[in-house]
């Protein structure tokens, strides 16, 4: 098994530096396509800046020793000295102005890749806990991190021409000098990495307790969770939890930063040593007349720039090579091919290339000996799965949690592809239609259904997005779904915010959020209509409520619904039970009961149980 803390040390090491540049042509190519001017403008800016050190050097070296020469000498080098600062100042402040732009249009386009990304995967690479984990370092890091690593590039860019060309003052004069100072920061380089490798084990190490700190402040925050840490009064628990995770945090802290203090502090004595050195050896050469006063100036600031920049660079590449995680999660996840996570039959036959044919009606759907497991799990969720329907039948399916009803109803939607089999739609598999075209004709409403904390009219509206300020849709969807009496008392109607997230917000119950998801299901037109568990939230009489309007509008239509009531689903045409992944039994109501099997045992379990409900509600109302 790897040792874990030995993957950590890799992350910052010599061969990983050497790796950081490898990223820079991807990186470019996701800096010209954030915008391909402020990227230009920001590359000869640095390139400028690059520069500017040595030619200012220069300049103060030419007016300083201009000072025994001539008049019009004296004037033209301080002329040449004044225009370049005055270039050192406007370039910065231009650079200060892109690099602000920049960041902003550099965080959109890669919010919005990211985005673009997601809305391309299939359920299963979302369900997948990698993709996950890639997603969430993504998003956390986005805002930010990407200028960053574009700012160390571009520094290491800027420096390593500065340091070229500040060289050459110091060449002239004697070349061991350059060489010496170069060699100090190449050493310093070398303790700086062992420092980041334990700066990066430590903060490797607090990410489980970094999570925890999180949630237990989100546990604060929330109001959802805020009842019960209100109600039973343990507030303080959790704060007291908190603040010992971020004390020990802050006594790592404070031992990392007396070793970076030690360590900057040595480096920086053994810089001293050597500039005062040097130094000394310029003044020698005045005083022997060997070169001139400005000369001295010049030296003494190229060795101050060199020294600067060589550490700037030293910190600059160190941080790029701690960003590598980073550009890694970022290009691993904008290269996940959808649906690489789904797991197929090895046997199976491969899916048929998409003809993009437009599903104008759906007909006629079957199941035709399909299976499917889920990635990482040996045991198939559903296993040879048949059945048919046709326009104008309604299915019930039932059974024990876990029995693979929802993974049957993701099949259909093609939100999973099957593992083994087939599905057809009016004859041809599935994989001929259009995704889109063909999920377009579905409507449905989910166990984990979405509560937007945005007005009703999206709510309702996001059913079909195009219908969406279309007044009489939205009330024949709600009329459909039973709230349209109660859309009535609301202060906007559909034009009122929904949840506590924002300003103005009015709550619904739990039950007042699912009739909206079911009203957002039957704003579609759509041929097959699908109600996954709407019982989570009703009670038994609004869910039958539902089911009677759902059999009204499913009329002529496909209807498929999921529910542990059993007394809601005998309506249905044909009712299929599932147990382990597999059909036991299908068939009407009646005939299920006659069969006395799965489903008839099941049946009468509950009305046995509905019937002593309603005797004890007898019995108590009588005593009182």
Known sequence: MPDNRTETMDMISVPNVIRSFGYWPRVFQLLWKASPFYLLAMTSLNLIQGFLPALSIGATQQLINSLTSSWDEMVGSFLFFVGVMLCTLLSSSLQSYVETLFQGKLSNSINLQVMEKAASLTLSDFENAKVQDQLKRVQNDSGHLPFQITKQMFGIVSNLVSLAAISAILVVWKWWVALLLFLIPLVSFVFYLRFGQRQFVVNWKRADRSRTAWYLSYLLTRDSSFKEVKLYNFASH????????????????????????????????????????????????????????????????????????????????????QSNLYMEQLFAFLDIRAGRTERRDKDAPAPDKPEDRPVLRIERIEFKDVSFSYPEQNQATLRHIGFTMERGESLAIVGHNGSGKSTLIKLLMQLYTAGQGQILVNGLPVQAYDLSAYQERIGAVFQDFVQYEMPLRHNVGYGNIEEMDNERKLWQASSAAGIDAFIEKLPKRFDTQLGRWFEDGYQLSGGQWQRVAIARAFMRDADVYILDEPSSFLDPQAEREVFERFRELVNGRIGIFISHRLSSVAFADKIMVLHQGEVVEIGTHRELMNNNGTYAKLYRIQADTYIRQAAEQRDYTNIV
Do not use: H, P
């Not at 603040?243 to 810089?271: N, S, W």
């Not at 060199?306 to 941080?319: A, F, N, R």
């Open 238 to 321: 959790l704060i007291a939890k908190y603040r010992e995770i971020v004390e020990g945090f802050l006594r790592e802290d404070r031992r990392l930063a007396r070793k970076q203090a030690g360590l900057t502090f040595t480096f920086q004595f053994i810089d001293l040593g050597m500039f005062s050195l040097i130094l000394f050896l310029a003044f020698w050469s005045a005083f022997q007349r060997q070169i001139q006063l400005g000369n001295v100036v010049g030296i003494i600031q190229a060795i101050t720039q060199i020294q600067s920049k060589s550490q700037s660079m030293v910190q600059q590449v160190l941080g790029l090579c």
